[in-house]
Structures are given as structure tokens and as C-alpha cells.
């Protein structure tokens, strides 16, 4: 994936690493939830990966050992709702291939990774939003017994760059200057 040099007629001066993040405690049979995570800052936000990490809960407590199937208990829809598009919808958890543009890399049990092909560019005051929504029941095998999971911990972090914005390289008169200025959303 490469890196943009510039952004609507604009130098992109500076990038700095950054990460966003998300959370929701979500149990079995429950209404689904919905998380954002909004650019809130003057500089863009390139979006170059989105990790998701499930967590069983069990009593307000972490479960251990983890189960490794906890995927199968959510599904999950990504959209930009700044720009009104759909980025990604997991029909039945994390492991099966998301929509157009997005790749999935499973990094462990628990753990999974949207990378796109493009960076997701947020303005100031654009997002994502994650609509989580959970199976009827999180039920595993544990030791040849069937338990019953009370709650799935989904964490999800948006990795990417904050972009730092020259001017144009002439006002609109004609003269040129440089420097820095903030972006406007």
C-alpha cells in the first residue's frame, strides 16, 4: 500500500504513527452494538489497518483458558458513515473473506486484521462504525461439557497515520507560499 504525497491540492508535510480505539461487551441473544471511532482532530486520519480482539467474559471476569471460537458468536458490519459506505460485512464472524477492498489476516485464535487496499482517509468529524451483532447463545465445548459464555469483550483499533497538511502552493492570486495549516473538515 503506498503512502499519498498529497491530499485535495495539498503536500501532506508530516505523518505521525496513530491509533484509535473502540470497545463493547456484547452477550448472547442481545440487541446488536454499534461502536464508533471519529477522526476528532484538525489532522486527516489514513486508516491502514483495523484489528478486532474478542475476549470470552464469563461472571465480569476474563475467562482462562480462552476459548479459540469465539468468531463464530459475531458477526460484523464496518461502514464509513462519513461517506456512507460499506466497507466490510462478516456474515458469520471475523474468519470468513469480508467484502470488496478489505483483506483478512487471522493473527491468532482470538485476533483479526482488516487491512485495506487503500488507505481510509477521515476527515475531521468523519468514521467508522461497527455494528457488532452477537448469536442467540455462546455456547462451547469445554472438556467434553458443554459451558455457556456470559459476554464477548470485542476491542477494535484503527492503526494508521495522522497527516499533517502544507498549504497549496499558491493563494489564489498567484503567489506562493509555504507552511503549514490545519484542515479544514
Known amino acids: 500500500m503506498s503512502k499519498a ?3 485535495a491540492g495539498r503536500p501532506i508535510t508530516l505523518r505521525t504513527a496513530r491509533s484509535e ?3 463493547a461487551i456484547i452477550g448472547a441473544g442481545n440487541k446488536p452494538a454499534v461502536v464508533e471511532i471519529t477522526n476528532r482532530q484538525d489532522k486527516l486520519f489514513e486508516v491502514r489497518h483495523l484489528t ?3 475476549t470470552a467474559l464469563a461472571d465480569d471476569c476474563v475467562c482462562d483458558p480462552q476459548p479459540t471460537v469465539l468468531d463464530r458468536f ?3 458490519a464496518i461502514q464509513d458513515y462519513s461517506k456512507m459506505e460499506r466497507i466490510a460485512s462478516v456474515e458469520n464472524g471475523p474468519n470468513l473473506p469480508p467484502a470488496a477492498g478489505v483483506a483478512l489476516r487471522q493473527i491468532t485464535d482470538s485476533t483479526f486484521e482488516w487491512v485495506p487496499t487503500e488507505p481510509i482517509t477521515l476527515m475531521r468529524g468523519e468514521g467508522l462504525q461497527f455494528n457488532i451483532v ?3 447463545q455462546f455456547v462451547i465445548a469445554y472438556h467434553g461439557e458443554r459451558r455457556q ?3 464477548i469483550r ?3 483499533a484503527a492503526e494508521g497515520d495522522s497527516c499533517y497538511l502544507g498549504t497549496a502552493a499558491h493563494d489564489s492570486h498567484g503567489k506562493k507560499f509555504e507552511g ?3 484542515l479544514q473538515g
Do not use: C, G, M, N
Open 21 to 23: 480505539s473502540a470497545e
Open 134 to 136: 452477537p448469536r442467540d
Open 180 to 182: 503549514e495549516a490545519p
Open 52 to 54: 478486532v480482539k474478542l
Open 5 to 7: 504525497t498529497h491530499f
Open 74 to 76: 459475531i458477526k460484523i
Open 154 to 156: 470485542v476491542e477494535i
Open 149 to 151: 459464555i456470559d459476554q
